[in-house]
């Protein structure tokens, strides 16, 4: 019989329950982790361009769990569109380990500055910009056991901008290096600011039961064959089962949180593979759903104590939901322009290029009269992805290429040049605009109400983003770059999400308490990104694994110590 | 960002009714003709798609990505037919994941090019030459349905070309070599999905 009471039950499997799960089972407690999704191996992935990114075979088939994505139309009326029709996907990663699978790994932590947001810049016009209510100190010891426990590469260098450590180096080495990188250094001197080898979850040499990076070169996006990649599946969860106390159950749709009349949380029900209904109690209960999908859970798991959904008493679960503000650069090295032996080194495909710029971390430009805050440039290769690439071959102005021309233009784009991508990072400014409910009318297909997520921009979101990448644009200028283009966006990036149950010492104004346990339901605890109130300026990764492992050692503080 | 979901691109099945043809009266034995033999070839219907639908198609991905040989100053440049990429198109077809619309579109897109061909040319778009071709399908491109229709083919074709050889298309990665592409590893086997073919 299927054992139904744990310590603790996590929901959800990727970089926000796999610390709780790790930390606790090793802890000595009794963990379930409950998983939507299949469980897969290293080996069961492979670098399947149409299976990751066409047919986007580890999410889920959006006809039968479709979202809602409401949009700003040009009477600035907000429309639903359901998923499936708008072009873009929030789901992330359905499968044990979730988005973490298929991360890239650009791991950096967040600056003392964006734990103060409020009271280093002051609000903004139309945003709910507030201070976190704990410091970079509190969270330092947990991003240093990320770099040991997920396991994080690269070289410390001293720059302006650069955050505390506790540590003088990485664990592991930089992974190999892309000639590209070498040439972002030059430029970046000759301009006087500082490129910094860009942190990876990505492991450059085997570790335990891990294999080191194989340099396939098809890494975002794709699952990992090796190990190499952080991902939660690969660097806890095998060592919480391996603990003997830590059951993971894939294919486990929690439905619904049950709550008693003190507004505690008692039990979590799910669908089996079968379809089939099962409960499972436990002593807490840790969400992780990602943040759309966790603030969904809370709010249709209405209780005695909990008519609005758990722990909305105020009204918050949802609000405040966060993107990644940002805008892009690119540019062409031609390999005409290199000598012969130069040129061969520029066409491989695996080493990364590993190099980010933090000097507009704050910016203290009279063009915005005050310092604002700004953000994070991050220098990648193209996506090696090849139809990806073709596709965007045959659109033109004058409608799409087809026949000789067509080809003529494949054999020149994938020929003639070498492709460098700066990606800017930037606050999403937290506003009444950006948020996630329940739909009245779509359900899923075990009948659930789906969520409908508005995820309108904020203003400053783009002049930010085109301020960075900018700057992105004339350091590739000043690498010699063709063709260089760059622009701003205000579309969410579906795969960076956070907020919408932030933490806070009000419960009037926050879901979550400090420890990010809800406010409403002590023994409920929301690990994911979620509890963010703002986002920083880096991809959130390494915070929602660091924030995780902290509320681990809340949740063994609560439990206390271990019944015989 | 770097792995922002990319979803294939959403077509939308354009309602658009295939009666009330309106056919020019010197043609009409060529068409009534052209309509019986499409009659039988309703027959033989495959996935919802007629044969002679299955060869307008081939002919109109021949056109889009077409074929040239190797000469003495070019090497070999393959085409939709070096790819497969009519056997690739019918895979996809029966794969239960595919969304119906996109099935829906394709069929869709198919008939109203013959429509406008048989108006146009009162003749088979296999059996135009390849100046016709082209004429009719920037002349269908400018409609909605024909732009999301040789956009579902354009993106099947090339998915025939660079994708995964498991998946039925790109033999020997014939795509890839061409184009000098280096594929990631590792690939998935090449028998891993038979049950498709």
Not at chain 1, 131 to 157: A, H, N
């Amino acid at each position: 019989m299927l054992r139904d009471e744990f310590d603790v039950c996590v929901i959800g499997s990727g970089a926000g329950g796999g610390p709780v799960a790790f930390s606790l089972a090793q802890a000595g407690y009794s963990v379930v982790v409950l998983e939507k999704g299949p469980w897969f191996q290293d080996k069961d992935f492979f670098k399947d361009e149409i299976a990751c990114c066409r047919r986007s075979e580890y999410k889920p088939d959006l006809r039968e769990e479709p979202q809602m994505v409401e949009r700003q139309d040009v009477n600035d009326k907000w429309e639903a569109r359901s998923t499936r029709e708008a072009g873009i996907n929030f789901w992330n990663g359905n499968c044990v380990g979730g988005s973490s699978n298929f991360m890239s790994g650009y791991f950096h932590r967040l600056k003392p500055v964006d734990f103060r947001l409020k009271s280093s810049f002051g609000n903004l016009p139309g945003a709910n910009i507030v201070d976190w209510p704990i410091s970079y100190e509190d969270l330092e010891p947990y991003y240093t056991k990320v770099e040991q426990e997920v396991g994080v590469s690269g070289r410390v260098v001293s720059h302006p901008g650069a955050e505390p450590r506790s540590t003088a180096a990485f664990p592991f080495p930089p992974t190999n290096e892309h000639p590209i990188a070498k040439r972002i250094d030059v430029a970046c001197e000759k301009m006087g600011v500082h490129s910094i080898p860009t942190p990876r979850a990505i492991l450059s040499q085997p570790h335990a039961e891990r294999g080191g990076c194989s340099y396939s070169g098809y890494c975002g996006s794709y699952g990992c064959a090796t190990g190499a990649k952080g991902s939660s599946r690969a660097a806890l969860l095998g060592r919480a089962v391996a603990t003997g106390n830590c059951v993971i159950r894939p294919h486990a749709m929690v439905s619904h949180l049950t709550s008693d009349a003190k507004g505690r949380v008692t039990q979590a029900t799910y669908f089996d593979q079968t379809g089939k209904e099962v409960h499972v109690r436990a002593r807490v209960f840790a969400v992780a759903c990602q943040a759309i999908e966790s603030a969904r859970l809370l709010l249709r798991s209405t209780g005695p104590r909990h008519r609005q959904g758990l722990a909305n008493g105020s009204g918050q679960v949802g609000r405040n939901l966060l993107f990644s503000g940002g805008g892009a650069a690119s540019g062409s090295l031609p390999y005409a322009e290199m000598d012969a032996e130069q040129a061969p080194s520029y066409r491989q495909i695996g080493p990364f290029i590993n190099r980010s710029l933090q000097s507009w971390y704050v910016i203290d430009d009279p063009v915005f009269g005050e310092p604002v805050k700004g953000g994070t440039l991050d220098f990648i290769h193209r996506s090696p992805a090849p139809i990806a690439r073709a596709t965007r071959q045959v659109e033109s102005r004058q409608g799409f290429v087809w026949g000789k021309p067509l080809k003529r233009q494949l054999e020149t784009h994938f020929s003639e040049s070498a492709y460098v991508k700066v990606e800017a990072f930037c606050d999403w400014v937290p506003h009444d605009n950006s948020f996630v409910g329940l739909d009245p009318v779509v359900k899923d297909k075990w009948g659930s109400p789906v969520a409908r997520v508005r995820a309108g921009f904020h203003m400053h979101n783009l002049q930010i983003g085109w301020y960075l990448a900018a700057k992105g644009a004339e350091v590739l200028e000043k690498m010699g770059a063709r063709e260089v283009l760059s622009f701003a966006s205000g579309s969410p990036p579906a795969n960076l999400q956070a907020g919408g149950c932030r933490f806070g010492n009000d419960p009037a104004h926050s879901v979550l308490d400090p420890d990010c346990r809800a406010h409403e339901a002590e023994n409920l605890f929301v690990s994911d990104g979620s509890f963010m109130p703002t986002g920083g300026s880096v991809p959130y990764t390494w915070t929602i694994y660091a924030n995780a492992f902290r509320v681990a050692d809340k949740i063994k503080s609560q439990l206390g110590p271990i019944l015989a | 960002m770097n792995n922002l979901d990319k979803p294939m691109k959403r077509r939308r099945f354009l309602a658009r009714s295939l009666q009330g043809l309106v056919l020019g009266a010197s043609s009409l034995s060529a068409l009534e003709a052209a309509a019986r033999d499409l009659q039988l070839q309703l027959a033989s219907e495959e996935m919802g798609i007629s044969a002679g639908q299955w060869e307008a198609l081939a002919a109109v991905l021949d056109h889009l990505l077409p074929s040239e040989p190797a000469t003495k100053d070019q090497p070999f440049r393959p085409g939709a037919r070096d790819v497969q990429a009519m056997g690739y198109l019918k895979l996809v077809l029966r794969d239960p994941k595919l969304d119906p619309e996109d099935t829906r579109l394709l069929q869709e897109g198919v008939t109203a090019l013959e429509e406008r061909c048989l108006k146009r040319f009162q003749r088979r778009f296999p059996d135009l030459s390849s100046s016709e071709q082209e004429t009719l399908l920037r002349d269908f491109e400018k409609t909605l349905l024909g732009e999301r229709w040789l956009g579902e083919m354009l993106d099947f074709l090339l998915e025939a070309l660079l994708g995964d050889p498991s998946r039925g298309g790109n033999p020997d990665g014939m795509g890839w070599k061409w184009l000098g592409i280096t594929p990631g590893f590792p690939l998935p086997p090449r028998n891993s999905r038979d049950s498709l073919k």
